[in-house]
């Protein structure tokens, strides 16, 4: 089953189908949302014949839709219903599942048409959504944290026993069944298809002095103290890159040495390392790798 939810940027929403009745996917109505435009660039070889490859990109993509409804409602209903809908003032997410998958687009509506049908005819919209990211984003966020557990008891029990102290109080005792591992390291694995950008966000529960996340040998650090309740966020996603503290802009508080370019998160493993410079508190950071997946296609 194929179905389509397009989501506004105020929060209305309209679902199409495969289905018989209701909004539906008009007859090959999504053969043109996963066609991308890929600009290739050569130059002239000088001594011998042929060229040489300079560069490939994948441009910006306009997604088109068709869509159509059949059902009981009128057809005046029907039809203010989506000239209302869509609207160019708003942003549109559109999410496509197909054999179970799901994965979203987001831009901006470039096109609409809702012609004029004759009577008993179904209502029908065609629409374009121009996508500056040409990749289709996993509907799952996906999230990494800095700490792992490591099992130490080797069977999935815990006594629930309680035995008096000394002092009258009954204190649980039971088996030690996993230890926090926490050596400031993680590897994250991107298995989309293309590499992506991402955001680190930084929970403290102590002080937390100069902390610094650091991606194949390239950082950002904050010069601050972060105070136990405080959250930091390092958003690569964002064009230029944000970095705020509890929400307020914290760019002038990293260092000159940090760098907002060559961050991404390739395809396979990516290691991060956080430290902060009172290494001793370093169990007293959440650190969490925030992040969509990107594919080509559902």
């Not at 004759?118 to 919209?125: D, F, I, K, T």
Request: hydrophobic share 35%.
């Amino acid at each position: 089953m194929t179905s389509m939810k397009i989501v506004r940027s105020d929060g209305r929403e309209l679902v199409a189908t495969d289905g018989w009745q209701g909004w539906l996917i008009a007859d090959r109505g999504l053969e043109d949302w996963l066609e991308l435009d890929i600009s290739i660039t050569t130059a002239a070889n000088v001594l011998t014949d042929g060229s040489r490859l300079v560069g490939k990109r994948v441009e910006e993509c306009e997604r088109t839709a068709k869509i159509m409804y059949v059902g009981p409602r009128g057809r005046a209903e029907v039809r203010d219903e989506i000239l209302s809908f869509l609207n160019p003032k708003y942003r549109f997410k559109a999410y496509v599942t197909h054999m179970g998958r799901t994965r979203w687009a987001e831009g901006e509506l470039s096109a609409r048409s809702v012609p004029l049908e004759p009577e008993g005819r179904p209502c029908r919209a065609t629409f374009s959504i121009l996508c500056c990211d040409p990749y289709l984003r996993d509907s799952r966020g996906n999230e990494a944290a800095f700490g792992d557990a490591t099992p130490t008891f080797g069977f999935p029990f815990v006594s629930h026993v309680k035995v008096p102290a000394s002092d009258g109080r009954r204190l649980p005792i039971g088996f030690n069944a996993s230890r926090l591992i926490y050596d400031g390291k993680n590897t994250v694995y991107n298995s989309g298809d293309v590499p992506t950008m991402y955001r680190v966000r930084i929970e403290a529960e102590g002080e937390l002095v100069n902390p610094t996340i650091t991606k194949d040998g390239k950082h950002v650090k904050l010069l601050t103290t972060l105070k136990a309740g405080d959250v930091a966020l390092i958003d690569f996603e964002s064009a230029p890159t944000r970095v705020t503290i509890n929400g307020n802009n914290a760019l002038q508080l990293t260092s000159r040495d940090s760098s907002f370019t060559g961050m991404r998160m390739q395809v396979g493993a990516n290691t991060f390392t956080f430290t902060i410079d009172n290494e001793a508190n370093r169990s007293l950071a959440k650190v969490q790798v925030l992040f969509h997946k990107k594919y080509l296609g559902v």
